[in-house]
């Protein structure tokens, strides 16, 4: 689990800035899952070690924040999700003494 305080602003204007439509700003402490995983091999000879491996992150809601749409005319704040995943290929050689 992850946790910390995030910010967001939207400010959304017409006409060059004159005409402000939405002008929202939002303080949320938020509380993220973390999946994780990771599977490598290691091979040991001589005195020296290789590894080499995969790894895949993801934050579960890393981006939450407000959203302004229309509907009908009518001005709608929701709010947007997204996940942030990374995924990555590790290779790591090392001279033991």
Do not use: C
Not at 45 to 65: C, I, P
């Amino acid at each position: 689990m992850v946790s910390g305080l995030r910010r967001a602003a939207l400010l959304e204007t017409d006409h060059a800035g004159a005409t402000v439509n939405a002008n929202l700003t939002e303080q949320v402490w938020q509380l993220m899952p973390v999946l994780e995983l990771g599977v490598g091999l290691t091979w040991q000879r001589y005195g020296w070690k290789r590894v080499l491996g995969v790894r895949a992150d993801e934050l579960v809601r890393a981006g939450e924040s407000a959203a302004a749409g229309r509907r009908d005319r009518r001005r709608k704040f929701g709010r947007r999700q997204s996940d942030l995943a990374v995924e990555a290929i590790f290779f790591r050689l090392a001279k033991s003494f």
